[in-house]
Nanobody, 124 residues
Framework: QVQLVESGGGLVQAGGSLRLSCVASGRTFSSYAMGWFRQAPGKEREPVATISRSGVGTYHTDSVKGRFTISRDNAKNTVALQMNSLKPEDTAVYYC?????????????????WGQGTQVTVSS
C-alpha cells in the first residue's frame, strides 16, 4: 500500500511559478513509476508529466514542455513538478499517482495509487 500526499498548489498570476510536491509512504517508492495528472472542471483527467523509477526517463505533455519539469528523489520518497510561466489554462486540480507495472505510462488506468489532489489556479 502506498499513500500519496500532494502539496504546493495555490493561486498565482499568469507568468508565475509554483512547485508541487508529492510525498509517498512506504519503503518501495523506487519501485513505482510516478506521474502528475490534472483535471479541470468539466474535463477529463489528463497526464501532465511522468517519470521512470530511476528518474532517468521523463515525459511531458506538449502543452507544458519547456515550462514544467518533473523530478524525483527516491531517497526522500518525493516527486516534484516545477511549473514556470503558468497560464490560465493550467488551472486544474493536480494529482500525483504511482504505477507498479508500467515504465512511465500516461494511461490513468495503469496507475495504482492516487493522491487527494491539490488545486492550482492561475489568474489572467
Amino acid at each position: 500500500q502506498v499513500q500519496l500526499v500532494e502539496s504546493g498548489g495555490g493561486l498565482v498570476q499568469a507568468g508565475g511559478s509554483l512547485r508541487l510536491s508529492c510525498v509517498a509512504s512506504g519503503r518501495t517508492f523506487s519501485s513505482y513509476a510516478m506521474g502528475w495528472f490534472r483535471q479541470a472542471p468539466g474535463k477529463e483527467r489528463e497526464p501532465v508529466a511522468t517519470i521512470s523509477r530511476s528518474g532517468v526517463g521523463t515525459y511531458h505533455t506538449d502543452s507544458v514542455k519547456g515550462r514544467f519539469t518533473i523530478s524525483r528523489d527516491n531517497a526522500k520518497n518525493t516527486v516534484a513538478l516545477q511549473m514556470n510561466s503558468l497560464k490560465p489554462e493550467d488551472t486544474a486540480v493536480y494529482y500525483c499517482a504511482a504505477s507498479w507495472k508500467s515504465f512511465m505510462t500516461t494511461m490513468t488506468n495503469e496507475y495504482d495509487y492516487w493522491g487527494q489532489g491539490t488545486q492550482v489556479t492561475v489568474s489572467s
